[in-house]
């Protein structure tokens, strides 16, 4: 996907400035940068999200595959099947854990027959990291899964729908290491065959899943890099004063 | 850039670290001076003063380890803070290293007997001054995370290097005509090498806050006298 000059204003307020970034399926991207600095809303423009809310507008352009996902011709709900979406606090639907996956395809029309519908569910729970653990309770409610299980469910969720962007939105703000890690690992595996945007506030974990590394503050992009450049030597000295601790 | 981190343990981290450099590197400088005194003045009892210090100066190398493994593992160090922390964790065993040639200088001073006649060795105390500098600036420039005053220090090897090179033919032409003072000279010989090195160790320090302080390294140095004796 490619962002080019992007807006974004609730009613008055302007809270991304002339944004413009790249991110392709090769590396893992994250956003990161102080409460309020605009990351959250800037991932929210790359499905639409800020559709949902009355007041914001944006302006420039963001395609996916060259195509414009604010012109009118695009299709919302088809555009965040491609530009899938995670969220902080798992969400699960209140359905089996083979409904919560299979709900995405059903709607869409991507299986054919249940012997299909079968073989998504299965591979998105095992491409995201679950099939193991849930292969033989398909049946109980999705809610009943631990955090961290729910999370990597949400994520197969996602994955189910042939995503070529997931975008995910501080995923393991609330879960504990151990689950955090399981995720950090799926991240890894997921890398090449999904564009993957990772908002977090966790500067180590950032450091660790992603290879290129956009720094937020005040709705500005100050600095793009690759990772390990952003971490060790910095070219801004905002970016230099956030990561170091430094920053307030 | 505000200087302070917003944990302000992190910098009472920081600051313990870079006293214990600066102390370590106090006591080296001593020694060295103390060592290049002994010689001159054939003062046993400082000579085996500088041997016992040393001790010191191994112990703080392990707190400044203990310090720096500490801070990696609780404060999660990034960029400069990063590169300072591992750079301190080098640096100290360079500079104890420089410690022991100093040791070492000492070590020699009772082997030396009576050397007052031989002449070459008052060349020795102004190579040993000019590598202490070189020590004590190259710790100024980490403390100071200054690169332009660590590029000075590796400016300053070559002088060192000329004069060891002086120093040996010197000796070796003096042992060709004195054949009864070889024993002295060789001492003599190891001595200014020990020197040369501790030169040699003061410029790796440098380049060491070079990066600290720039995230570059420095291109390789060419090396004039190249020949390595």
């Known amino acids: 996907m490619s962002a080019r000059n992007v807006n974004v204003f609730y009613g008055e307020k302007q809270a991304i400035k002339n944004v413009s970034i790249d991110v392709d399926t090769d590396n893992v991207t994250a956003f990161i940068g102080p409460s309020g600095c605009g990351k959250s809303t800037f991932l929210r423009t790359m499905n639409r999200m800020n559709d949902t809310v009355a007041s914001a507008r944006v302006e420039g352009n963001i395609t996916l595959d060259g195509e414009d996902i604010y012109s009118p011709a695009m299709d919302v709900v088809q555009l965040r099947a491609r530009v899938g979406m995670v969220f902080q606090k798992p969400n699960p639907f209140p359905k089996s854990i083979y409904d919560n996956i299979a709900y995405g395809p059903r709607i869409h029309g991507l299986a054919n027959s249940k012997a299909d519908l079968d073989n998504i569910v299965e591979s998105s729970l095992f491409r995201a990291g679950l099939w193991d653990e849930v292969k033989d309770r398909l049946k109980d409610s999705g809610t009943a899964l631990s955090g961290g299980q729910q999370q990597r469910l949400c994520i197969g969720r996602a994955i189910a729908v042939e995503p070529e962007v997931i975008l995910m939105d501080e995923p393991c703000s609330a879960l504990d290491p151990i689950a955090t890690a399981k995720i950090e690992e799926l991240i890894h595996e997921l890398r090449g065959r999904y564009a993957i945007v990772i908002v977090t506030h966790n500067m180590q974990q950032a450091a660790r899943v992603s290879q290129r590394t956009a720094f937020f503050h005040l709705g500005d992009l100050v600095e793009y890099g690759v990772t390990t450049e952003i971490f060790t030597n910095p070219r801004e000295d905002r970016t230099k004063d956030y990561i170091t601790g430094r920053y307030g | ?229």
């Open chain 2, 1 to 229: 850039m505000p200087e302070q981190h917003t944990v302000k343990a992190f910098d009472d981290d920081i600051n313990k670290l870079r006293g214990l450099i600066a102390e370590m590197g106090g006591r080296v400088e001593t020694a060295l001076e103390d060592a290049m005194t002994a010689l001159v003045q054939q003062d046993f009892k400082k000579a085996k003063t500088v041997v016992i210090n040393d001790e010191r100066i191994d112990a703080l190398e392990a707190e400044v380890g203990k310090l720096v493994i500490e801070t990696i593992a609780l404060r999660a160090p990034m960029a400069n803070d990063l590169r300072e922390v591992i750079a301190a964790l080098k640096i100290v065993s360079v500079v104890e290293r420089i410690g022991d040639y100093a040791k070492n200088i000492a070590k020699r001073v009772p082997k030396i007997g009576d050397h007052r006649t031989i002449e070459p060795l008052s060349l020795l105390p102004a190579m040993a001054q000019i590598a202490g500098e070189m020590v004590a600036e190259s710790l100024n420039a980490f403390a100071a995370r200054n690169a332009m005053l660590a590029e000075a220090v590796i400016e300053r090897d070559q002088i060192v290097d000329s004069f060891y090179n002086s120093i040996f033919r010197t000796l070796v032409t003096y042992m060709m005509e004195n054949p009864k003072t070889i024993s002295e000279c060789a001492h003599l010989l190891f001595i200014a090498k020990n020197i040369e090195r501790i030169g040699d160790h003061a410029t790796n320090v440098a380049e060491m806050v070079y990066y600290a302080a720039t995230g570059n390294y420095l291109p390789e140095r060419d090396r004039i006298n190249d020949d390595d004796i």
